[in-house]
């Protein structure tokens, strides 16, 4: 089992960013009219350009992180994708709607090996990319998202301090919630039932 499946199956702990349930009635979207979002192209797990705009027509989950995250990157994108697996189940045709991206702010360590692996370890749909820092820097600034390299330890290792919010987006590319990764997959999955119809 890779080291991804064992954090993504071991993670118990969420680094606190209070996002706080829906409770907006269906019909009027919690970030409803919020300038979050917009077109970006970034380098795929694959090696290949991908657009924001390649997704077009379909909904979009979109979190920031990085593959070597020790605990809340894997946290937060277990329960998000456990959450949308158990959509899946409940309604195919809904959940096959829904594209899953990573958005990786490590650039120089998550190489498409790398970032495959950690995708992988969560949903078979789910997209990694990254790209140079002026594109992070934008995409970022673009998703109301931050992300800056912590303190390098004497073996040379880092950290990266970033949001963990996953943000759900319609087929128009308009932002909708944040999911509630924060209070387990089914409270994701039942989020995912309030918008993506």
Known sequence: MSRFALLAAASLFLASCSQEPATTAPGEPPLAGAAIGGDFTLTSEAGQPVSWSDFDGQYR??????????????????????????????????????????????????TPEVLTEFTDAFHPRLIGMTGTREQLDGVTRAFAAFYSRGEESESGGYLMNHSNITYLFGPDGEPLAMLPTDEGPDAVAAELAKWVR
Do not use: H, W
């Not at 959450?83 to 120089?108: H, R």
């Open 61 to 110: 989950t979109i979190y920031f992180g990085f593959a070597y995250c020790p605990d809340v990157c894997p946290t937060d994108n277990q329960r998000a994708m456990a959450g949308l697996k158990k959509f899946e189940e409940a309604n195919p045709e809904l959940g096959a709607q829904v594209q899953p991206l990573f958005v990786s702010v490590d650039p120089e360590r998550d």
